[in-house]
């Protein structure tokens, strides 16, 4: 099952400007929106893979091996302190959610802060504010909570992307791409607050194990704007968002899930081991289907910024699209460095290519995320 959307009005490239052409066939609406910011931030403390092995007294090889072999070198997490016999008390739900929302504000805030100083302007500039969360419930949702404690405009408008995973950054992307589209010169942020250590469970079952020595706490906030000035004055020299594409996998819907665990009387995720091999096998698919209508091959795309879903996930897509690791180097290095951060990750990895000043005009690029569903999203930007 597959959807797909392009920018509204999209133009094929006989009406194209010349202006917008760089050798590789290009399309662009007037109001394509454009990425002219991006921000992000971790929470808590930098541990090591042997530094959680060591703080949770786990001894069992095989569940060692799996820390130890995740391709992961330092995470930011909050976990409970030790008692005083040294023991590290798993926290109940209720203290959770609590950790949740005081997790997310931080580094949410910490995030939008950062991606409106890269995009030239100020939180009074904001006009819609999407937050993106699972790793927790609030009602009234995350962006109520951020308008109150930053004093963003009352009139801002706000949209709250909830459950949907790790592949929700890309859903939201595309959701508040429409609103940037038919709001042109107005700012609009989509903000991914991960709370990962408020989502642990802490036992001995290879279960938790896997999940355990994934996941980070991290935030990612990306910020649009449509219209003739393509953003405020000293805006990164971001992509326009041309079109999505998505792909469900219906048969691997319970492969990836976050639900109540009646063992352990509260909410876990679970992740199937076959995870990684579903998604490969449904990458170019769903490539295919976003690229359908363009003009474009797959080796007309300069960059690629995928989810760091973990190493046999990175593997799987580099093998079946026919990538390089160099192609996926931001994703193995935010993996490396924060490990999977949920909904954010792409936004991480999309900042370090900022970082590396090497896009040129017209080059394109393709961001991809994949989560609960199971769901791949994919979205086509052009510089």
């Known amino acids: 099952m597959t959807t797909d959307t392009a920018a509204p009005g999209l133009l094929t490239e006989e009406h194209v400007p010349a202006a917008h052409h760089a050798g590789a066939p290009g399309f662009l609406t007037p109001y394509a929106p454009r990425i002219v910011g991006v921000g992000t931030a971790a929470a808590g403390t930098v541990y090591s893979q042997p530094d959680v092995l060591d703080a949770f007294g786990i001894t069992d090889p095989k569940i060692r091996s799996v820390f130890l072999n995740s391709a992961i070198d330092t995470r930011h997490l909050t976990v409970p302190d030790p008692g005083e016999d040294g023991v590290r ?111 642990y469970a802490f036992d001995s079952t290879m279960r938790t194990a896997v999940v355990n020595s994934l996941f980070g706490d991290g935030a990612g906030a990306v910020a649009l704007m449509s219209g003739p000035d393509d953003g405020p004055p000293g805006a990164v020299e971001g992509p326009h968002v041309l079109k999505f594409a998505s792909c469900i996998i219906p048969e691997a819907l319970d492969a990836m899930r976050y639900d109540w665990d009646r063992d352990l009387d509260r909410f876990s995720f679970f992740l199937d081991p076959q995870v990684p091999y579903v998604v490969g096998a449904h990458a170019e698919i769903v490539i295919d289907r976003l690229l359908t209508g363009t003009g474009l091959r797959r080796s007309d795309i300069k960059h690629w910024l995928v989810h760091s879903g973990g190493k046999k996930v990175i593997d799987s897509v580099i093998v079946n699209l026919g990538l390089t690791r160099h192609d996926l180097r931001h994703t193995v290095g935010v993996l490396r460095d924060y490990g999977n951060v949920s909904s954010g990750s792409f936004l991480f990895s999309y900042e370090r290519l900022l970082d590396e000043h090497v896009t040129r005009p017209g080059e394109y690029g393709v961001l991809m995320t994949m989560g609960p569903g199971s769901t791949i999203e994919t979205a086509l930007v052009q510089w």
């Open 89 to 199: 008390v798993p926290e109940p739900q209720g203290d959770l959610l609590d950790k949740h929302k005081r997790l997310t504000i931080e580094m949410g805030t910490e995030a939008l802060r950062a991606c409106l100083k890269r995009a030239g302007a100020e939180l009074s500039d904001l006009r819609h504010l999407c937050c993106v969360t699972t790793t927790g419930f609030l009602t009234p949702g995350l962006s109520a909570r951020l308008i109150r404690e930053l004093g963003i405009d009352r009139h801002c408008s706000r949209s709250d992307i909830v459950g949907m995973g790790c592949n929700a950054g890309l859903n939201a992307l595309n959701v508040v791409s429409g609103w940037s589209a038919a709001h042109p010169g107005e700012l609009a942020v989509v903000l991914c607050a991960e709370a990962c250590s408020a989502a």
